[in-house]
């Protein structure tokens, strides 16, 4: 059982919005950042956001993320079968001193 | 361009020691705020994060491996090792290193290895 809670699978039709969201507690979310990973088939992972709402370089603005005490939510707008993926945050633990990953969410265009 | 790539062994026998190494280019192990990290994944399943070293020297790890584990640089060479003790089958994942940035506390990985998937099995 991962320490950060995702729902295990989402779904919405092309050109729709989606919410991906990832449940923690004080030690974690509720005290650092977070960050989002999407993982396509059989490859690495990739950073979509960072520090709970940046968006690296080359990222499209399509993808969003923020976090409210302990929880933490990844908006997709404008979904794309490209789109369609693993989702995994991330944040550090103050209590493990380790960093955790969610157990990941599937998305599904449809 | 900054690039990883884990290399090691991709099958062993239960009870052995795994060593995997992580040799990388385009940045440097002791730019403040910069670490590697380690991250597996069993097939079909969830990512872990495992360890992590600081461009400091500090180590960090996931307390359920604690004991197995070993996290070490070669600043010179440009590498970083990981060591797990005593193998299982459970352990069977790819197994991946990335580049950190943001410092302590921070999960940032922004550049990842392929990945190596080790298998362990009798």
């Known amino acids: 059982q991962s320490v950060l809670m995702q729902p295990p699978s989402v779904s919405a039709a092309p050109g729709q919005k989606v919410t991906i969201s990832c449940s923690g507690s004080?030690?974690?979310?509720?005290?650092?950042?977070v960050s989002w990973y999407q993982q396509l088939p059989g490859t690495a992972p990739k950073l979509l956001i960072y520090?709970?709402?940046r968006r690296p370089s080359g990222i499209p603005d399509r993808f969003s993320g923020s976090k409210s005490g302990t929880s933490a939510t990844l908006d997709i707008t404008g979904l794309q079968t490209g789109d369609e993926a693993d989702y995994y945050c991330g944040t550090w633990d103050s209590s493990l001193s380790a960093g955790v990953f969610g157990g990941g969410t599937k998305l599904t265009v449809l | 361009q900054i690039t990883l790539k884990e290399s090691g062994p991709t099958l062993m026998k239960p009870t052995q020691t795994l060593t995997l190494s992580c040799p990388f280019s385009g940045f440097s192990l002791t730019t403040g705020g910069v670490g590697v990290g380690w991250i597996r994944q069993p097939p079909g399943k969830a990512l872990e994060w495992l360890a992590l070293?600081?461009?400091?020297?500090?180590?960090r790890y996931t307390p359920s491996l604690r004991s197995r584990l070993t996290v070490s640089k070669d600043t010179s060479k440009n590498q970083v090792f990981l060591t797990m003790t005593n193998m299982d089958p459970v352990d069977t994942a790819t197994y991946y290193c990335?580049?950190?940035?943001?410092?302590?506390?921070?999960?940032?990985?922004?550049?990842w290895g392929l990945g190596t998937l080790v298998t362990v099995s009798s």
């Open positions: 520090d709970s709402n």
């Open positions: 070293i600081y461009w400091s020297g500090d180590e």
């Open positions: 990335a580049h950190s940035f943001g410092g302590y506390r921070s999960v940032n990985f922004d550049y």
């Open positions: 004080n030690s974690n979310i509720g005290n650092n950042y």
